[in-house]
């Protein structure tokens, strides 16, 4: 396959490395060649004449489930706990199988529109009181639909303290009974090969109130005794680092040191409230940012200080966050959010849209563990958004690369591919009954209304 024409090219590499023009070559789901090329015999080619063409985009922080709870309006005006109880707390034991996989399919389908081709979902919803396995759904639902799929295995081992007698409570769980599910469920859906697309993380809802202290070396420790990688929120709001000061005595990243919480192979969501100490660490310790700019301008939590921990080398990328707290869940609109929101608060100079990309691209996959993806050179997956700038939003550009983040709205994809196979053409998904999932979603809504 030989895409070619394009108008140019970002590789999601820092600096000067990210553009770059020509053809690429696929053969086999993988790059190997950029540049001026020549079409060979037999070669398809995809024309991205008028298109601008990026790495595939990655979401490091999603809630799929959230996808059918959107502007609900006792949680729209309410910053992080009051719509924590007014939204996902109200809900969750509602979502049954067929609103999971509904969910799952508007949430995934709405992000390969976007030119995304990997999504970590943390699914933080296991309850015996219910009869299938979520993760076995929501990898239903991915493969159907051919994308990268990262499943944190979410939990808690404790309640919180918003649990009352209005709802019912979260689902709790001993950690030894997380531990086993998450054993089994790496052992169904991980898989390490090269080009894979799936992936199993353990990710306990958060440590501050998900899980007992006692356990978080126990939690870690499983981890890396089963090669998973370890995902969890932190910092969202002021309340965590307030939570942890008073009764841990630490700010919540010093006290995660102490607990073997951090590492290149841990990333959390959020990370709004920090201070220099902690950015320090969380880069010199190779932790990862999922950054979820849009997510914490709808709660009000705050401006996280990517910009300042990128500087200093640390792993940084972009999740979009569940749709029930970001009602516009798709990469291009949180690109386009991220260049703003830092520029807002911190000057024009603060984030370039280079930035932006490269979080969601090559950050994203650092903070997977996917050295595979995220790039666009030669030996890597060929997971390529071709975006077309052929709406009037775009014309009269005098640097057409950065049109997706800059001029941002709903983006025209003329092609994605994931690991070499086309996933959407034209703006559809092949196979994709768009009427069906607008009523299933319709009759989902109105299960969880009433
Ligand atoms: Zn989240």
């Known amino acids: ?25 696929i053969r086999d789901g993988v790059i190997v060649e950029i540049g001026a090329l ?26 799929l489930f959230q996808s059918v709870m959107k502007g609900v309006r006792s949680g729209i005006n309410l910053p ?55 993760a076995q759904v929501i990898f239903e639902v991915a493969r159907s639909l051919g994308m990268r799929l990262v499943f944190c295995r979410g939990g808690a081992t404790k309640g919180r303290h918003f649990d009352t007698d209005e709802f019912v409570p979260m689902p709790i769980e001993k950690l030894d009974h997380m531990l086993k599910s998450v054993e089994a469920c790496a052992q169904r859906f991980h898989d390490t090969s090269p080009g894979s697309l799936s992936q199993v993380v353990l990710a306990p809802t958060t440590p501050t109130w998900s899980i007992d202290p006692g356990e978080l070396k126990e939690a870690i420790a499983a981890a ?34 102490e607990h073997d919480w951090l590492g290149p192979d841990v990333w959390f ?23 979820c700019p849009q997510s914490n301008c709808r709660l009000g939590s705050g401006v996280a200080p990517a910009d300042a921990m990128a500087r200093l080398g640390g792993a940084v990328s972009l999740g979009v966050d569940g ?30 849209a ?22 666009l050179a030669p030996g890597q997956q060929a997971d390529i958004a071709i975006f077309n700038l052929n709406q009037p ?20 994809v003329r092609y994605l591919l994931i690991g070499g196979r086309i996933v959407v053409e034209n703006n559809a998904i092949p196979g994709l009954d768009i009427e069906r999932l607008r009523s299933d979603a319709a009759r989902v809504v109105a299960q969880l209304a009433a």
């Open 269 to 291: 969501a959020h990370l709004v409230h920090l201070d220099s100490n902690e950015v320090q660490i969380l880069a010199s310790t190779g932790t990862g940012m999922a950054h």
């Open 224 to 257: 890396r005794r089963m090669k998973l990688r370890l995902h969890s929120h932190l910092s969202e709001s002021s309340e965590y680092v307030d939570f942890c000061l008073s009764v841990h005595g630490k700010r919540p990243v010093e006290w995660l040191a």
């Open 38 to 63: 020549q079409a060979q015999p037999g070669e398809r080619r995809l024309d991205a004449s008028g298109c601008v063409v990026y790495p595939g985009l990655i979401s490091t922080h999603h809630h």
């Open 80 to 134: 992080l706990a009051g719509w924590l109880r007014s939204v996902p707390y109200t809900f969750w034991s509602k979502i049954d199988e067929e609103a999971l996989a509904v969910a799952a399919r508007i949430a995934l389908s709405e992000m390969l529109l976007s030119g995304t081709t990997t999504v970590a979902d943390h699914h933080y919803l296991f309850s015996d009181s219910f009869r299938f396995d979520p």
């Open 323 to 352: 749709a029930a707290s970001n009602e516009a869940a798709d990469m291009i609109s949180e690109m386009h959010s991220c260049w703003h929101t830092h520029r807002a608060v911190k000057g024009a100079d603060a984030v370039t």
């Open 393 to 412: 939003r775009h014309f009269g550009m005098h640097d057409p690369l950065i049109a997706p983040v800059t001029c941002a709205g709903s983006a025209s």
């Open 1 to 25: 396959m030989l895409i070619e024409n394009a108008t140019g090219i970002f590789t999601g590499l820092p600096g000067a490395a990210m553009r770059t023009s020509g053809a690429i070559r």
């Open 354 to 375: 280079e930035d932006v990309v490269h979080w969601a691209t090559a950050g994203g996959a650092r903070v997977l563990g996917l050295p595979q993806i995220g790039t």
